[in-house]
């Protein structure tokens, strides 16, 4: 089992930066590819950025070079960097957590990001 908690969403203007960060908790965190997806209202959730154990990234197409994803495992974290925030970024944020042998798949519980003037 893991446990992820969320932090560092807000409310930030068009062109503003946010940095979210995710805590992990209960199993071996290295094991774990680990990834932040959104969810805007009436939509589905989509993959933005992952990184590997060994810290391979890869980003959705509309935030590669805004986003910058990061993770510690020493301390069991997780990071989303975000510049250059617009509009259609505002969704909520989730952590994930999965691993293909054995599999497992855990979220967390979202954190809200608002991008607006």
């Known amino acids: 089992q893991v446990q992820l908690v969320e932090s560092g969403g807000g409310l930030v203007q068009p062109g503003g930066s946010l940095k979210l960060s995710c805590a992990a908790s209960?199993?071996?965190?290295?094991?774990?590819?680990m990834g932040w997806y959104r969810q805007a209202t009436g939509k589905q959730r989509d993959m933005v950025a992952t990184?590997?154990?060994?810290?391979?990234?890869n980003y959705a197409a509309s935030v590669k070079g805004r986003f910058t994803v990061s993770r510690d495992n020493a301390k069991n974290t997780v990071h989303l960097q975000m510049n250059s925030l617009k509009p259609e970024d505002t969704a909520v944020y989730f952590c994930?957590?999965?691993?293909?042998?054995?599999?497992?798949?855990?979220w967390g519980q979202g954190t809200q990001v608002t991008v607006s003037s």
């Open positions: 994930n957590a999965r691993s293909l042998s054995p599999f497992e798949n855990y």
């Open positions: 209960g199993s071996i965190f290295r094991r774990y590819t």
């Open positions: 990184i590997t154990n060994s810290g391979s990234t």
